[in-house]
């Protein structure tokens, strides 16, 4: 009987953290519930055993918003590696023997970095494990993290000027900057531009919000220079479309760049530092044996290793 009770209150014990951890990463009991497939109030008495048996406070309830308190953030920093664990045993067990025969891979990524920067090793990883159910979410930016922190996809794979502080980026591939015009455009009779001479021309940029136009302001700015955007739109291969219709120039990646485009390309090494394309990850994260496989995948592909 000890037995089974000792085997009970262990069963219990990760039932609670699971509870916890999962209300900690959706922001939301009902969330939790929802995703845990139990009753709302399972879980608010989950939370409630776990406060009472280590005689603490996990979060400051000011209506429907939970936040951690600073005991919450220490069993969270505990229990969310165990639970992981516990719930990835089976597919860790079949990594150790060289086994990736099921589960599931969730990658986020803007659509350019889906088109030009991720094909080949996600050619690769479905060709070498056709077991495991893999999706990309095409999501950039606030989104992109937004579902990193919540631990709805493995990691992204994008291009990040401003790490936040509960993230890792890890560069993996790195291209040049490109300008394009249309064939019949003044500067397409010229190999190599200056900045200024870019700036007399409405440029097609993606969203504001997005890393690129970020890169353009603050070179242009260190030039004391401006620029005219003529229009926002997102995306490499609708940006070179609208290029080729002569609505506008644009500085581009090289890797976006097939040489099928009706465009005359010419190279802005001089102005733009090379674009950075690399893994977001959060601090702290526990990746699946199928997600660590995909990043050594990736770093092959690109001829680069693993900062750790």
Not at 206 to 222: G, M
Not at 245 to 261: D, F, H, R
Not at 274 to 280: A, F, I, K, S, T
């Amino acid at each position: 009987m000890a037995k089974d009770g000792q085997a009970y209150y262990k069963d219990s014990r990760i039932k609670q953290m699971r509870a916890f951890c999962e209300v900690v990463r959706s922001g939301s009991v009902t969330q939790a519930a929802q995703k845990l497939f139990i009753s709302q109030p399972s879980v608010t008495l989950q939370i409630q055993a776990l406060e009472r048996e280590l005689n603490v406070t996990l979060f400051e309830r000011r209506g429907p918003v939970l936040k951690l308190t600073p005991d919450g953030e220490s069993l969270y920093a505990l229990a969310e590696p165990l639970v992981k664990g516990v719930d990835g045993l089976q597919e860790n067990f079949a990594a150790l023997h060289g086994r990736l025969e099921s589960g599931e891979l969730n990658i986020g990524a803007g659509e350019s970095t889906i088109l030009y920067v991720l094909p080949e090793a996600v050619r690769r990883f479905v060709a070498s494990y056709p077991g495991i159910h893999t999706k990309l979410h095409n999501v950039t930016g606030r989104d992109g993290l937004k579902m990193l922190r919540a631990d709805e996809i493995d990691f992204a794979v994008g291009s990040m000027l401003e790490v936040p502080d509960d993230i890792i980026y890890e560069p993996v591939a790195m291209f040049d900057p490109v300008l394009i015009v249309p064939l019949d455009h003044p500067l397409a009779a010229y190999d190599e531009v200056t900045l200024e001479a870019v700036s007399q021309y409405g440029m097609i940029l993606p969203p504001r919000h997005l890393s690129t136009w970020n890169i353009v302001k603050y070179v242009f700015q260190q030039h004391n220079l401006t620029f005219k955007v003529t229009l926002e739109a997102g995306g490499w291969e609708v940006i070179k479309k609208y290029v080729e219709l002569g609505m506008g120039i644009s500085i581009v990646t090289a890797i976006c760049l097939t040489g099928s485009e009706k465009l005359k390309c010419i190279p802005l090494k001089e102005y733009f530092p090379q674009r950075g394309y690399g893994l977001v990850l959060r601090k702290g994260k526990f990746l699946s044996p199928q997600a660590r496989r995909f990043v050594e995948l990736l770093h092959e592909v690109y001829g680069t290793a693993p900062s750790t």
